[in-house]
């Protein structure tokens, strides 16, 4: 069998071949933009949990928080008469930016079971926070009355999910080039090397806490834009998500896709939220129940999800 070897050349073509189907959704699903226009949001969500926990090694299952917190920053912000959607997401990626890192304080000092308590408190805490705050925050009905201006002043947000679908997918491009960058830099490499031998990296100096602060309130800020996005999108804010529920929907996501794998938070939401949506118009009544046997079935038999699958699959070519 003649070798299958992924040259930079052809991980590129990969690349870009990846984000051009998900781009040519908007004219082959037409139905669907909603649908694919959340897929790519929850994937990004993944990608910010998998810089915390996939490449700095942060156990954290409270990550919604953050991306609620983004979602009601650019919800009220709207709300309260500034509409325009880029400056939206500015200001909810500062303030998740600003909040994850007074909670990295918290979270980078504690051993691994620490961190698991502290981030299901913290965000238990901001989804009781946002219940009762209701007269601000709408409570267990939702942030309603959330109108967002025309994308650049000439693109409005229409009933098809068109200008919606367009919008996520250009910012989530830009983020997710971003990380990219980020995570192949030397801070990257650094976060790499924490993730591996903690008692290493500080044996050669590497200022290790100061790293994991940095990198957990990156992630926050990554959070907060595509919390802020679906806000934007859909025009609402449920309390859904910044509770605990929304932080281990992006687990399944994160751990189905791959941890510490670039585009495990991608595939990882494309897979469940197309399952997801095939089960729920299969069986209504019971399609809970067979999306548990999906993701146990999947977990099962691809190690490391299905990044993991197919990095096992190139080896085996290489071998072959």
């Not at 926990?53 to 953050?66: E, M």
């Not at 309130?217 to 934007?232: D, H, R």
């Not at 999800?305 to 190139?314: E, H, K, Y």
Request: charged share 10%.
């Amino acid at each position: 069998m003649k070798p299958l070897a992924l040259s930079p050349a052809r991980l590129r073509g990969i690349e870009v071949f990846f984000w051009l189907a998900l781009a040519s959704s908007f004219f082959l699903l037409p139905d669907k933009l909603t649908l694919m226009s959340q897929i790519v949001i929850f994937g990004l969500f993944a990608v910010s949990l998998d810089m915390a926990l996939g490449y700095a090694g942060i156990l954290t299952v409270g990550h919604a928080a953050f991306f609620g917190a983004g979602a009601y920053a650019a919800g009220l912000l709207a709300r309260h008469g500034w509409s325009e959607p880029f400056s939206g997401l500015l200001f909810a990626l500062l303030l998740c930016v600003a909040l994850g890192y007074v909670l990295s304080y918290l979270v980078v000092r504690g051993a691994d079971l620490t961190r698991l308590m502290i981030t299901i408190g913290v965000c238990m805490l901001l989804a009781e926070l946002a219940n009762r705050l209701s007269s601000i925050t709408g409570g267990t009905d939702g942030l309603q009355g959330v109108v967002i201006a025309p994308v650049l002043g000439l693109f409005e947000f229409d009933l098809y999910g068109k200008t919606a679908f367009a919008y996520a997918y250009g910012v989530v491009l830009v983020v997710f080039l971003g990380v990219r960058l980020v995570l192949r830099s030397p801070f990257g490499l650094t976060l790499r090397g924490i993730h591996d031998s903690r008692k290493r990296m500080l044996a050669i100096g590497s200022p290790v806490e100061a790293r994991l602060r940095l990198a957990y309130a990156l992630s926050a800020g990554v959070a907060g834009i595509a919390g802020a996005l679906l806000a934007q999108t859909t025009q609402f804010v449920g309390i859904e998500s910044i509770g605990f529920n929304r932080s281990a929907e992006v687990l399944i996501i994160l751990v189905l896709g791959g941890t510490g794998r670039l585009y495990g938070g991608m595939i990882g939401a494309i897979v469940y939220m197309l399952v997801h949506d095939w089960f729920a118009d299969l069986n209504p009544q019971y399609w809970m129940f067979w999306l548990g046997i999906f993701l146990i079935a999947a977990v099962m038999l691809g190690r490391g999800g299905i990044m993991g699958a197919l990095s096992r699959l190139v080896k085996t070519g290489r071998a072959s």
